[in-house]
């Protein structure tokens, strides 16, 4: 059963502190792993896909890299604005199903 | 604006009253999803749809029914609402691996 992990649970750290978040996936055939953005009472905000091991992309304070097990989402010198829950989800070739994990609540402290 | 919308925004309902969450997109996107979001549980996938007419069990479908008569449109039902469906519902469209969220349904089921 395909499945996706994040850690840590909740993060803490003051401004400029950065860090990484984890998210851990076991998926068949993965076509895409996506991090999203999530504030409190909104629905989630796209931030990046990755398709293969190796592959980066970034924006702004934000750096996304894939492995053929995880992913990381780097924050560098990250602002209370950036306060958050991140989530991350995969498809994969086998269906067309999205999972999700269970996000990592991220609170930057000015 | 593309954008997806959601009606309604709050819902207080009781056991077994038939209630229709409607979501719709302006973006012709064929892809279309229904979510639930649950504390301590993550995002959940209840059903998506490929495209008109086409429409598939996500991994929490028991209790919900859907259709998708047009492609902008994608209404989720529950014809018998119980109270472990009180939870915050997300619609979203797909085009290409990005996902476009809905502004969120929030149930109470007494």
């Known amino acids: 059963e395909d499945q996706v992990t994040q850690s840590p649970e909740a993060l803490r750290l003051q401004e400029g502190e950065s860090s990484s978040l984890n998210c851990s996936y076991t998926v068949s055939g993965l076509r895409g792993l996506f991090w999203y953005r999530q504030d409190p009472g909104k629905g989630p905000e796209f931030l990046f896909t990755l398709y293969s091991a190796g592959e980066e992309k970034e924006k702004e304070r934000l750096k996304a890299t894939l492995t053929k097990k995880e992913s990381f989402l780097h924050i560098t010198a990250p602002k209370p604005e950036d306060s958050a829950t991140y989530l991350c989800?995969?498809?994969?070739?086998?269906?067309?199903?999205?999972?999700f994990g269970k996000g990592t609540r991220l609170h930057i402290l000015p | 604006e593309a954008q997806v919308t959601q009606n309604p925004r709050y819902l207080i309902t009781v056991t077994g009253k038939k209630l229709t969450v409607t979501c719709s997109q302006n973006?012709?996107?064929?892809?279309m999803s229904w979510y639930r979001q649950d504390p301590g549980l993550g995002l959940r996938q209840i059903y998506y749809?490929?495209?008109?007419?086409?429409?598939d069990k996500g991994d929490v479908p028991e209790g919900y029914k859907v259709s998708r008569k047009e492609k902008r449109n994608f209404p989720l039902i529950l014809e018998s609402p119980s109270p472990n469906q009180t939870s915050l519902y997300f619609c979203a469209s797909i085009r290409g691996e990005t996902q476009y969220f809905g502004p969120g349904t929030r149930l109470l089921v007494l």
């Open positions: 973006m012709n996107h064929e892809y």
């Open positions: 749809s490929m495209n008109v007419e086409v429409t």
């Open positions: 989800a995969s498809a994969s070739y086998r269906d067309d199903k999205i999972i």
